[in-house]
Nanobody, 115 residues
Framework: QVQLVESGGGLVQAGGSLRLSCAAS????MGWFRQAPGKEREFVAA????????NYADSVKGRFIISRANAKNTVYLQMNSLKPEDTAVYYC????????????WGQGTQVTVSS
């Protein structure tokens, strides 16, 4: 029912910036997660459907910004001051059928930060 398509990943040098986009087919509570090679998937940022609540992982606070745009139901992740440790596949996710968990996931977009 819900389609999530990430874009905006790429290769960037440490200290640079990227903006990820997630185009959704509806307006839901959304989150960004990432998974580095050999690591478990970890939480990055989340935004409520009303934008009333926004949360960030400690590792990205002050560097990343999650936001919404009404056009095409898009959620963004602005990533600044990127570090090599930010290298991962980034996934957007939506709480659609559940109030407590993310049950719809995108395919992911690769972010590589060189040192």
């Amino acid at each position: 029912q819900v389609q999530l398509v990430e874009s905006g990943g790429g290769l960037v040098q440490a200290g640079g910036s990227l903006r990820l986009s997630c185009a959704a087919s509806g307006r839901y509570a959304m989150g960004w997660f990432r998974q580095a090679p050999g690591k478990e998937r970890e939480f990055v940022a989340a935004i409520a459907w009303s934008e009333r609540s926004i949360n960030y992982a400690d590792s990205v606070k002050g560097r990343f910004i999650i936001s919404r745009a009404n056009a095409k139901n898009t959620v963004y992740l602005q990533m600044n001051s990127l570090k090599p440790e930010d290298t991962a596949v980034y996934y957007c996710a939506a709480k659609v059928a559940s109030l407590y968990k993310y049950d719809c996931w995108g395919q992911g977009t690769q972010v590589t930060v060189s040192s």
